[in-house]
């Protein structure tokens, strides 16, 4: 008896909660919705968009999350947040599409792990009558996905170059040692920024020298470990590229550790909470950063619009670009970039 | 009566082998020395020791722990999810419930540091507890059961976290070296050498280390000779599970950070510790001594490879061939032929 009792309260408060919810959207919907279609069939159609993300421990799709559930609420559709806990692999992927498709939801956000192994989800999502939006990365034939939506890792790349030339107070005709902390060697985004960093470098600083590069493998120890190594290697080293937020947290940590601050300059990436906190410190000399939530956000606003009214988007492509925070940057804008932690 | 007669002969045969194995990893280590600095003339400094010191101090209270599991037939998968989700509650803690946060610096970040570090070994036992009952109340294998731990460890260090690193107080200068021109020693690794130290000699020299061996050798004949092997499986795991847990602080003292993504693949760092250090996955053999040169010799190979310029993807495949080769020496010995 007692365990029927547990098992119907728990039953009665989920669907109080699920009702609540549900109460909730419905009036979301009426006050957002109504007004403009006027259309009452297509305000009473609850729409479900999928969201499918790479790997849930990565704080950039955290920030993401959060993007996509505020606008899900504020549309007023019911939102499907899936992805591996850890792997950020097509192996991981795959099945969990699959399982969200079965679920037939009218929408699909899908941030694809690998542009040829995804391609056969997005066919199967269209011909089951589900759009699709791809996020942050794409497949590579985008014939059948309504917008991409991404940040641009190489513009990323070139302003990181930018901050550090600023940084040493570059000179032409002197000489100067930077490197690059990565997490692996074959990330697209790793890479695409690295190129941006390499070809910025090598178009207006020809005097700066790219020494070496190091992994971390999503490990910040292992990035401090790299920099505290270049660091005995390279006693005269000017700059660090920390690529990600992984390798920004360990190279910060290096620099505090060997006393460093200041004297070598730290550019990083991702704007974590607690790497915010250390440009106000001094410890990064600036960090950029990217708007995974308004990645989101756009990417279901479009589904939206084009499931309740047909409007294609205007671009297929979008580009958020990636913004540079230094001790300049208005705490406004800090607080805006930040990936918020809930 | 034989049955506890021979762990005992065992042990004994095992110290002898274990010495011959300790000066094995000692010359390995010194040729590892020669070959990097040859390659790369700043690798002989104190300041490269202590680079080497510092990443050996997490590990090493790791693979300390992975020892005693090891030796006494079983498997730590977890170790790793405990270092990262110890790491973030202290963290977590330290922060949003004490409220100090990055500002809190030098002496002032004492206070709130004791507290973290105790709850991170507090959060490590309680792990360490878990993978005890999996194993002796549900009769789970090791195997399995910290991998189910693993799982829920990491997962929980993202959820807790937010999948970010929570910033909160520190003093730096406890894993700075010492004195950076002759003393590569950090305070906090000079802990960590104390710590293990008595972890080896509880292990070497209490009957409770006896205890071990003679589980992971024979464990039938240990219960027989009336040794409760439950209970004591249950003290290993819960020891592991803490030192897991003050490799956590370690790691978040390194980093001024809980970070939940510093445990990814470490337990894997500690079992390749063990195993070069000479200790045998089917339980009964291996030494505190050789876990210590195993896992300095895995970072020398690290900080070696980044000194000397050799592309990263190498590191992987030196440690490889090191396991291999280290396993091999133990099974080609004339001692263990016969079994």
């Known amino acids: 008896m007692k365990k029927n009792y547990f098992k119907k309260a728990v039953a009665l408060a989920g669907a109080a909660a699920f009702a609540i919810g549900l109460a909730g959207c419905a009036a979301e919907e009426e006050a957002v919705v109504a007004p403009t279609t006027g259309d009452t069939a297509v305000v009473a159609e609850d729409l479900t968009i999928a969201f499918v993300m790479g790997a849930e421990s990565d704080p950039f799709f955290q920030a993401m999350k959060l993007g996509a559930e505020e606008e899900a609420a504020a549309q007023g559709v019911t939102l499907i947040w899936q992805g591996d806990p850890s792997n950020y692999s097509p192996e991981t992927q795959i099945p969990i599409v699959d399982a969200v498709l079965a679920q037939q939801p009218d929408g699909l956000v899908l941030i694809p792990t690998d542009p040829t192994a995804l391609q056969a989800s997005v066919a199967k999502a269209v011909a089951a009558g589900i759009a699709v939006a791809n996020v942050d990365t794409r497949v590579g034939d985008l014939s059948d996905v309504l917008t991409f939506i991404t940040g641009d890792n190489e513009d990323g790349g070139a302003k990181a170059a930018e901050a550090i030339a600023n940084a040493i107070g570059y000179t032409d005709g002197e000489t100067y040692e930077v490197v690059i902390g990565l997490t692996s060697a074959t990330a697209t985004t790793n890479v695409a920024r690295k190129e941006g960093f390499e070809s910025t470098i090598a178009a207006n600083y020809p005097g700066i020298n790219i020494v070496d590069v190091a992994y971390s493998e999503s490990n910040p120890e292992k990035a401090a470990t790299n920099v505290n190594n270049w660091l005995t290697k390279y006693p005269d080293l000017d700059g660090i590229f920390a690529i990600d937020g992984t390798n920004a947290s360990g190279a910060a940590a290096a620099l505090e550790s060997k006393g460093l601050v200041g004297q070598v300059a730290l550019v990083g990436y991702d704007a974590y909470p607690d790497n915010v906190a250390k440009i106000e410190a001094g410890i990064f000399t600036a960090l950029i950063a990217q708007d995974p939530a308004a990645e989101a956000r756009l990417a279901i606003q479009t589904l939206v619009d084009y499931l309740r009214n047909g409007t294609a988007p205007a671009n297929a492509e979008v580009v958020i670009p990636n913004v540079t925070l230094d001790a300049n940057t208005s705490a406004a804008d800090l607080v805006k970039y930040t990936y918020v932690a809930n | ?339």
Do not use: C
């Open chain 2, 1 to 339: 009566m034989s049955s506890s007669q021979q762990p005992n002969l065992r042990l004994e045969r095992f110290k002898a082998v274990a010495g011959n194995q300790n000066s094995i990893l000692l010359s390995v280590l010194i040729a590892l020395a020669i070959v990097f600095t040859l390659a790369e003339p700043k690798f002989f400094s104190v300041a490269t020791a202590g680079n080497i010191l510092t990443d050996w101090g997490s590990i090493v209270l790791l693979a300390a722990g992975q020892t005693l599991v090891i030796i006494s037939g079983g498997i730590d998968l977890s170790v790793g999810g405990t270092l990262a989700i110890s790491g973030v509650t202290s963290a977590w803690v330290m922060s949003t419930v004490l409220g100090f946060d990055i500002t809190t610096s030098g002496s002032d970040a004492y206070p709130p540091l004791l507290v973290g570090g105790l709850v991170a070994i507090g959060t490590g036992l309680l792990v360490g507890l878990i993978n005890a009952i999996l194993i002796t109340k549900l009769r789970i294998v090791p195997f399995v059961a910290t991998l189910s731990t693993m799982g829920a460890t990491l997962g929980f260090a993202i959820i807790i976290s937010n999948g970010m690193p929570i910033g909160g107080p520190n003093d730096f200068s406890l894993i700075s070296p010492i004195n950076p021109t002759w003393m590569p020693l950090s305070w906090a690794v000079i802990g960590v050498i104390i710590v293990v130290t008595a972890v080896g000699l509880f292990l070497h020299k209490s009957r409770f280390g006896l205890h071990t061996y003679a589980i992971g050798s024979n464990s039938f004949a240990a219960r027989a000779a009336g040794i409760n092997v439950e209970r004591h499986l249950t003290k290993v795991y819960a020891l592991a599970g803490a030192l897991a847990g003050l490799a956590g602080f370690y790691v978040y003292l390194r980093l001024g950070a809980g970070s939940p993504s510093s445990g990814v693949m470490r337990e894997l760092d500690a079992i390749a510790a063990v195993v070069i250090g000479g200790a045998s996955l089917m339980g009964g053999i291996g030494r505190m001594m050789g876990t210590i040169i195993g896992a300095l010799i895995l970072f020398t190979v690290q900080s070696g490879l980044i000194m000397a310029g050799v592309a990263p993807d190498w590191k992987k495949v030196v440690v490889a061939v090191l396991i291999a080769a280290a396993v091999a020496a133990q099974t080609l010995r004339p001692q263990n032929r016969a079994r």
